[in-house]
């Protein structure tokens, strides 16, 4: 072997001892330089980390993939507290979780969800059952008077007819009454036509698949109704008080909550109920509302949601405003029912920021509605109140809601009734006019 050669693989050798040394010197460094600068570390980890996930994600992959490679021995790990350090900007985390929320509603919509919606199905489902019942109670019944009325009308021509034959008996044969007979029958009914009599019928095979019913009452119990809810427009009463219900006002009670329909919030026996007027629209928009009355609304919000509706919502805490909206469940906010929410009004403005969110699509709703316990159950009990579940378009009305033809855009109240039908939507007939824009007393 060459000398030069020699003296060439030993120098690179040696060369590469030492860039081994220096490369455990300088780990052992930085481990060094860890523990020292660790209180730091966990300070400013967030801001380092997000800096450095903003760089890699615009960076090619080929760059992305290296920089997660490393020669150093593996460093220790961080204790449990620092693993508990936000690793993304709390902007972004809160954008993210405002597309999610957004994107979740969205989903709910789109696979169909909403267990009101089907509740509200059975419930019509329920009511076509009632009347067809009804209809065929009272076909039974007049059927019934009919026969009674043709029968005696029959018994009294039968007797005149016996009394007639009575007379005629000594002139007429048995012969002629035959002949009399087979002519009055017409050949056409088909009752004594190849055989067959007034009872002959086609045997058809059972569409029935249960063995143990006929056909009448496989028809009964399992030929559904042909059923179409409308999801934009729906109504229906309902028993008991739960949260994303509604209290339409009763068509006898006055003051501030006449005509009124107020959302429920929260219902709890133990510690009482809240909710708040949906239909009392103010005279202009947040800003001037917020300016011309007494508010402690922040002045960021009062800027972004300058155009945002504003309306009554009760007697209670009126310095303060809520949020209705249907964006969805952002942080800080409530799902009431589906479609339905309150609250989050910090997120809201960072979407209306991002022309996520138009500011008309949120309703500031001023002051509340409340109860102690025991006292809205009375209420009801002395019919104050009537009970409702309706679609989140409705209840969504002036929180921007799209609204379609056959609404009233004007009086919630008389629409929520008439959609509940039957002796609901008389009373909305006959005490409907006034609508939802009135001064409030």
Not at 87 to 111: G, I, V
Not at 159 to 179: F, I, M, R, V, W
Not at 379 to 388: F, L, P, Q, R
């Amino acid at each position: 072997v060459p000398l030069s050669s020699t003296t060439s693989h030993k120098k690179s050798a040696h060369a590469s001892a030492i860039g081994t040394s220096l490369d455990g010197q300088l780990c052992s460094l930085h481990i060094l330089s860890l523990g020292i600068m660790a209180p730091y570390i966990t300070q400013y980890l967030p801001v380092l980390l997000f800096l450095a996930d903003e760089s890699t994600s615009f960076a090619p992959a080929s760059r992305r993939s290296a920089s997660l490679d490393t020669t150093c021995p593996p460093t220790p790990t961080l204790s449990a507290q620092q693993q508990r350090v936000s690793t993304t900007s709390p902007l972004r985390l809160s954008s993210r979780d405002n597309d999610r929320a957004r994107m979740e509603k969205s989903w709910e919509n789109m696979m169909g969800e909403d267990w009101r919606e089907f509740r509200a199905h059975l419930v019509a489902r329920e009511q076509i059952e009632e009347e067809m019942a009804l209809a065929t109670k009272d076909d039974k019944q007049k059927s019934k008077e009919e026969g009674g009325i043709f029968g005696a009308i029959s018994s009294i021509f039968s007797k005149g007819e016996s009394s007639n034959k009575k007379e005629l008996g000594n002139t007429a044969t048995a012969t002629e009454a035959k002949k009399t007979r087979e002519d009055s029958v017409d050949i056409f009914d088909g009752s004594d036509v190849g055989g067959a009599t007034e009872f002959s019928k086609i045997q058809v095979p059972s569409s029935c698949s249960d063995p143990f019913m006929d056909d009448e009452e496989c028809h009964l119990i399992y030929d559904e109704p042909d059923v179409s809810l409308d999801t934009h427009r729906w109504a229906h009463p309902l028993s008991n008080v739960e949260p994303g219900c509604i209290l339409v006002a009763n068509e006898k009670l006055g003051g501030v909550f006449h005509q009124t329909v107020v959302l429920i919030i929260d219902h709890n026996e133990a510690t009482g109920s809240t909710g708040m007027v949906i239909n009392r629209p103010f005279p202009g928009n947040l800003i001037k509302i917020a300016s011309d009355t007494e508010s402690n609304i922040d002045l960021s919000l009062k800027m972004a949601f300058s155009k945002a509706p504003a309306s009554y919502g009760g007697p209670v805490m009126q310095d303060q405003f809520s949020t209705l909206h249907g964006f969805g469940e952002v942080m800080g906010s409530k799902k009431v029912c589906p479609g339905v929410f309150v609250g989050g009004s910090s997120q809201l403005m960072q979407e209306v920021r991002r022309n996520n969110l138009h500011p008309t699509e949120v309703l500031f709703v001023k002051g509340h509605a409340a109860w102690v316990p025991g006292q809205l159950t009375r209420e009801i009990e002395k019919g104050v109140w009537y009970i409702a579940a309706a679609s989140a378009d409705l209840v969504l009305r002036y929180a921007g809601a799209p609204v379609s033809k056959d609404d009233n855009p004007s009086d919630l109240w008389a629409d929520i009734l008439s959609c509940m039908g039957d002796k609901f939507e008389t009373i909305a007939t006959s005490h409907q006019g006034r609508g939802d824009d009135r001064m409030l007393p």
